[in-house]
T-cell receptor, first 114, second 116 residues
Framework: EAGVAQSPRYKIIEKRQSVAFWCNPI?????LYWYQQILGQGPKLLIQ??????VDDSQLPKDRFSAERLKGVDSTLKIQPAKLEDSAVYLC?????WGAGELFFGEGSRLTVL | AQTVTQSQPEMSVQEAETVTLSCTYD???????LFWYKQPPSRQMILVIR??????QNATENRFSVNFQKAAKSFSLKISDSQLGDAAMYFC?????????????FGTGTRLTIIP
């Protein structure tokens, strides 16, 4: 079974530029999560989708971050314009979404903002 | 809001020895789930072990076991017979009781070093 796929693995940009990350969850997983992991910290939830609807985006900085999950499968997380403090690893995870309990994570996308 | 605290930023252990990683959490719920995840340098989070709060018996997975103290809101991970491959960041995580919502709240992690 294929795991959660993410791209790109690494991205370096200048501040005020834009960047987009892509995630393809495990087939059949209804719920998709984007987490931000700043160096030395635990992952923090940015946004949670159930199929193609948003369940929780309370910690998403909406003035610069946006995310979508078209057709309830792939998802894209965008940052525009980027700030220095956005340097982090962006982790995508998916789960069945009906209480089975386990989140499956991708390898993450490391963003460096200069 | 639920919080998860890991008070040991770094731990080290001799190969083949036993090490315990600490975790405390805060919640007003009576039913919930707790997890330990491992994150090696490849960055992919891997589930190590899970514990349902309604179960009194501590979970065990091969060399990994937990000490779940519900009243104290404590959830420690014991790794027996430590191996070089156990070197990684370990995160404690909490999940609430809401059916269908598997959102996790993570602690800040403990970096485990295995000394050959």
């Amino acid at each position: 079974e294929a795991g959660v796929a993410q791209s790109p693995r690494y991205k370096i940009i200048e501040k005020r530029q834009s960047v987009a990350f892509w995630c393809n969850p495990i087939s059949g997983h209804a719920t998709l999560y984007w987490y931000q992991q700043i160096l030395g910290q635990g992952p923090k939830l940015l946004i949670q989708f159930q199929n193609n609807g948003v369940v929780d985006d309370s910690q998403l900085p909406k003035d610069r971050f946006s995310a979508e999950r078209l057709k309830g499968v792939d998802s894209t997380l965008k940052i525009q314009p980027a700030k220095l403090e956005d340097s982090a690893v962006y982790l995508c995870a998916s789960s069945l979404g009906w209480g089975a309990g386990e989140l499956f994570f991708g390898e993450g996308s490391r963003l460096t903002v200069l | 809001a639920q919080t998860v605290t890991q008070s040991q930023p770094e731990m080290s252990v001799q190969e083949a020895e036993t090490v315990t990683l600490s975790c405390t959490y805060d919640t007003s719920e009576s039913d919930y789930y707790l997890f330990w995840y491992k994150q090696p340098p490849s960055r992919q989070m891997i589930l190590v072990i899970r514990q349902e709060a309604y179960k009194q018996q501590n979970a065990t997975e091969n060399r990994f076991s937990v000490n779940f103290q519900k009243a104290a809101k404590s959830f420690s991970l014991k790794i027996s017979d430590s191996q070089l491959g156990d070197a990684a960041m370990y995160f404690c995580a909490y999940r609430g009781p809401n059916f269908g919502n598997e959102k996790l709240t993570f602690g800040t992690g403990t970096r485990l070093t295995i000394i050959p």
